[in-house]
């Protein structure tokens, strides 16, 4: 995924930007702790950005254990939105899609069990949901992230 939000830094892009999409049961999120560390610390593309679809099974009826990711997503600084339906799990992945955007950071969806497992009816359409991105000062001057995959010296700044 991290590749994915370098692409507009590449001489002569063909795109302005690549959402990226990640899904992973608890245990794989786990596993890829590592991978979603250094994505935070590329960062993401204000064009692009990183969606992690997190499957949380606290009852355990698909998994092999229990499980809840939200304090490993928290300790790699991935902010988390839960949807408590399938119309909130599309319209809360427009809006982590626009936080991962505005911050420079990888966002997710923690999605359990019975939001998984559901069907229903969602209302959809371009203008359904729109996101208000914020305007980002630092020391007087917009910022608007852009990824590096330069990681160190200028992440430890």
């Keep these: 995924m991290w590749g994915s939000q370098l692409a507009a830094t590449l001489p002569g892009p063909r795109f302005d930007g690549v959402v990226g999409v990640w899904f992973g049961k608890a245990p ?4 890829a702790a590592d991978a979603i560390r250094h994505g935070n610390m590329v960062g993401t593309d204000p064009r692009g950005g990183v969606l992690a679809l997190c499957g949380d099974d ?3 009826k698909s998994s092999t ?3 809840a990711s ?5 300790a790699l600084r991935v902010p988390i ?3 408590g339906s399938v ?3 599309l319209d809360l992945g427009r809006h982590a899609i626009a936080c991962s955007r505005a911050s420079g950071l990888w966002a997710a969806l923690k999605v359990v069990t019975n939001v998984a497992d559901a069907a229903g ?3 959809v359409g371009p203008d359904r949901v729109t996101p208000v991105m914020p305007v980002l000062e630092w020391e007087g001057e917009t910022y608007v ?3 590096s995959a330069n990681l160190l010296p200028p992440t430890i700044a």
Excluded: K, N, Y
């Design 121 to 123: 009816t969602a209302e």
């Design 87 to 89: 119309q909130e799990a």
């Design 65 to 67: 254990i229990p499980s």
């Design 58 to 60: 606290p009852a355990c």
């Design 70 to 74: 939200e304090s490993l997503l928290a």
């Design 81 to 83: 939105l839960v949807p």
């Design 28 to 31: 794989g999120v786990d596993r």
């Design 145 to 147: 992230h852009r990824p």
